[in-house]
T-cell receptor, first 111, second 113 residues
Framework: AQKITQTQPGMFVQEKEAVTLDCTYD???????LFWYKQPSSGEMIFLIY??????QNATEGRYSLNFQKARKSANLVISASQLGDSAMYFC????????FGAGTRLTVKP | AAGVIQSPRHLIKEKRETATLKCYPI?????VYWYQQGPGQDPQFLIS???????DKGSIPDRFSAQQFSDYHSELNMSSLELGDSALYFC????????????FGQGTRLTVV
């Protein structure tokens, strides 16, 4: 069975600084995908970034990058140059045979 | 670009009533997932379909059922509604041919009174 763990219920970061949101996973699948989603207070789930288990390079999408360490089974999200609009819940998810989510991290960006 | 469409966006039902939620995946996506997200909770996987066949089942109550139709849209049917069913219900779609994509609809907010 797949399991996603996000150990940080809440994080604070100063505007314009970088922040790392942790995600570890457990799976027996050889092929899987890792996703990060942002959920603002309005409720929608916004896709941020994807990392495939066989991708050798860390994924990047604008200010988002994924620090993928396969041996450690971690897929941390790094947000650079934080903006006030980044304040939201962030969910890590893994897709193998299905798609499961971690408990989420609430990020608050302080001005 | 077309996104995942869910309807209705909001639904209010009384206890013991039934509700049907609809999901229209992104064109050419072959997989649909359903999730339930209670207040302050992470999304809980309910059920998924691949090419119109049920592919995996999560914590879906027996009072709920779902199916995917020939046009790939999916419906989640909920019967004998309970107050605890009040939640945000998400549908997501993805493609086995484009594994980097997994997008969510806007969600249906169900309130049971």
């Amino acid at each position: 069975a797949q399991k996603i763990t996000q150990t940080q219920p809440g994080m604070f970061v100063q505007e314009k600084e970088a922040v790392t949101l942790d995600c570890t996973y457990d799976t027996s699948d050889q092929s899987y995908g890792l996703f990060w989603y942002k959920q603002p207070s309005s409720g929608e789930m916004i896709f941020l970034i994807y990392q495939g288990s066989y991708d050798e390079q860390n994924a990047t999408e604008g200010r988002y990058s994924l620090n993928f360490q396969k041996a450690r089974k971690s897929a941390n999200l790094v947000i650079s140059a934080s903006q006030l609009g980044d304040s939201a819940m962030y969910f890590c998810a893994m897709r193998g045979n299905d798609m499961r989510f971690g408990a989420g991290t609430r990020l608050t960006v302080k001005p | 670009a077309a996104g995942v469409i869910q309807s209705p966006r909001h639904l209010i039902k009384e206890k013991r009533e039934t509700a049907t939620l609809k999901c229209y995946p992104i064109p050419r996506h072959d997989t649909v997932y359903w999730y339930q997200q209670g207040p302050g909770q992470d999304p809980q996987f309910l059920i998924s379909f691949y090419e119109k066949m049920q592919s995996d089942k999560g914590s879906i109550p027996d009072r709920f059922s779902a199916q995917q139709f020939s046009d790939y849209h999916s419906e989640l049917n909920m019967s004998s509604l309970e107050l605890g069913d009040s939640a945000l219900y998400f549908c997501a779609s993805s493609s086995t041919r484009a594994v980097t994509e997994a997008f969510f609809g806007q969600g249906t907010r169900l309130t049971v009174v």
